[in-house]
């Protein structure tokens, strides 16, 4: 019979404290660290050392208090040796404090409450001062109302499309890997497409290796809307031109394929080197085509192409639309009326334990196996195996570790989520199973997945195709009050983007992973220092728009090229 155990967040990071080889651990002043065990551990936890400071941990998170304010002003005590003389001067500076505090009162109250000028439509009004509280739900209205989305299409506008007899030849492209690297590829096939003048042939998705799916593009995206909405930017074509008759050729031959496109081409190596062939042969493949597009070495109009694509071009199909608004209509109504709720990506899968190479809590049967599953499928990174305990340690140390299910609870708890909240998760089978989750369970009990919110008779026509159950998990996701990442990857960066793109109003939250080391690594560091250190850190990584960068990652931020000043 499996015991069941009673998380807390104090609990949990003590646990994954002595339960994780972190490396040396962070120091601080013994001024300020004076006690020897550690604070985040809860008050009932047992204590060996009854004769032990019972202040020594509890005062360093207390907050300012008289008892603070009496050790630290002697002057103010009991002590019998204080004059008359000296009673008389401290009874006065405590009435000069006691009035300045009530003057400073007075001027904070009088400055909150009063007026101020402000200008609507020209003319000077007083307007009432309104301060925004801090949301566990939303960003702060004023901070979602300098952007808009500006990457749509412009109906009635004047179309650059050249007549069809003047195209410069036909593309196709394999769009490779799981559904949301392939949406990536689409979007830089019409963008290649309009920078060389060519037809587009409808992208065919490839089987992938580790899916081992085999969705057409039809079975997930609208194909109609597709093709209508990029009319006037760029041709698409269902299919191959009949007047090309050996179809095999395209796949196969190499003279029918540019295979030298280097990651993250310039708009300039297109023309210079893909066009001719093109225009040669009149229809060429493009293989592979991952990341074969740059981001800040091609024209904005180009990128701005790029998200139209993403943002309005690519719609799933109505039935998968209608059964993602399903699910998260049950996941704001679970309580019984209406409720927000989290999505949570939990990239936690023994595949992405195991190519992450870090060093995570387990035993010392649990290490041994992931090592030879490590050595099975990585040999050439795994070698020896002698220096992959520096490399687990330096990649933690930077944040470069997918979270693990206890650390998002605690992660969440010092943020301020309360134990009721509904969460939604989105993730694989996670490695080590009901042990690994049952921190995260026991602190958030609400967790659900689509398999829980639906039955298998709605969800049966959806497993024909992998990729059409990815598509329920990406849109409930979107649709979410908070959507919160625990590790990079294409999935988690297209929700941020499309978020931010669509509104940004709701949070979208990327924890701060090398804060989590950091404070993990620290054994004196106390549960409201934490809590403190987590709530400043997170409040500029909730999914507002950022400026753009050199080599930015156009889908996990859109700003430049594809928003537009409100």
């Known amino acids: ?24 651990r962070a120091t601080s002043s013994p001024m300020k660290r004076d006690g020897d065990s550690s604070s985040l551990i809860p008050e009932n936890y047992p204590d060996d050392d009854e004769n032990r400071d019972r ?13 603070n304010f009496h050790s630290w002003c002697p002057f103010l005590g009991d002590d019998s040796r204080v004059s008359p003389y000296n009673s008389r001067i401290s009874l006065c500076l405590l009435l000069v404090l006691v009035l300045a505090g009530l003057i400073s009162a ?10 101020y000028l402000c200008k609507k439509d020209g003319i000077v009004l007083h307007c009432p001062l309104v301060k925004e509280g801090p949301s566990l739900w939303e960003n702060p209205y004023s901070t979602t109302t300098s952007w808009k989305p500006c990457a749509e299409r412009h109906d009635g506008g004047i179309s650059d499309l050249p007549p069809e007899n003047e195209t410069n030849g036909y593309i196709f492209i394999h769009a490779e890997g799981g559904l949301n690297q392939q949406r990536i590829a689409i979007c830089n096939a019409v963008a290649v497409a309009k920078i060389m003048n060519a037809t587009l042939i409808l992208p065919v998705l490839k089987q992938d290796q580790i899916w081992k799916d085999q969705t057409k593009f039809e079975d997930i995206f609208d194909v109609d809307h597709f093709i209508d909405y990029l009319k006037h930017d760029v041709r698409i074509v269902r299919d191959i031109p009949d007047w090309f008759t050996d179809k095999s050729e395209l796949f196969t031959s190499i003279r029918r394929t540019v295979k030298n496109i280097p990651k993250y081409a310039p708009a300039q190596f297109y023309i210079d080197n893909v066009l001719p062939r093109i225009k040669e042969k009149k229809i060429m493949a493009l293989k592979p085509f991952v990341d ?35 699910l998260a209509s049950r996941m704001r109504n679970r309580t019984g009326s209406s409720n927000p709720y989290m999505a949570l990506h939990l990239r936690f899968e023994k595949g992405m334990v195991g190519l992450s190479f870090c060093d995570f809590v387990g035993t010392r049967e649990e290490k041994a196996k992931m090592a030879e599953y490590r050595k099975k499928e990585w040999p050439r990174r795994y070698k020896n195996g002698s220096h992959l305990w520096q490399l687990a340690l330096q990649k933690r140390k930077e944040g470069r570790c997918p979270l693990e299910p206890a650390e998002v609870a605690v992660l969440l708890r010092a943020m301020g989520y309360p134990k009721e909240t509904q969460i939604y998760v989105a993730s694989g089978q996670v490695y080590g199973g009901h042990n690994r989750m049952a921190p995260l369970r026991n602190m958030f009990p609400n967790l659900v997945t689509k398999e829980e919110l639906a039955t298998k008779e709605e969800l049966a026509g959806f497993r024909k195709h992998v990729t059409s159950l990815a598509a329920l998990d990406f849109l409930v996701c979107l649709k979410s009050d908070v959507f919160v990442m625990t590790h990079g990857g294409n999935f988690a960066k297209l929700i941020i983007g499309a978020r931010r793109y669509m509104g940004h109003s709701q949070k979208s939250i990327k924890p701060d ?43 996990e931020n859109p700003l430049t090229p594809c928003m537009c000043k409100a």
């Open 55 to 67: 202040h020594s941990s509890k005062d360093r998170d207390r907050p300012f208090s008289w008892y």
């Open 106 to 115: 007075f001027s904070i109250v009088n400055h909150w409450n009063a007026p």
């Open 292 to 326: 074969r597009l740059g981001y800040d070495n091609v024209p904005q109009e180009i990128n701005r192409l790029r998200c139209r694509v993403n943002y309005h071009a690519l719609k799933f199909l109505p039935e998968i639309e209608q059964m993602a608004d399903s």
């Open 513 to 555: 992973k090398g804060l989590m080391s950091k404070s993990f690594g620290d054994p004196y560091m106390g549960w409201a220092n934490f809590v403190e250190d987590v709530v400043v850190t997170h409040q500029t990584r909730t999914g507002l728009p950022e400026e753009t960068f050199p080599n930015y990652d156009l889908w």
């Open 1 to 24: 019979m499996e015991r069941e155990l009673d998380f807390s967040p104090r609990r949990a990071m003590t646990e994954l404290r002595h339960s994780s080889s972190i490396g040396p």
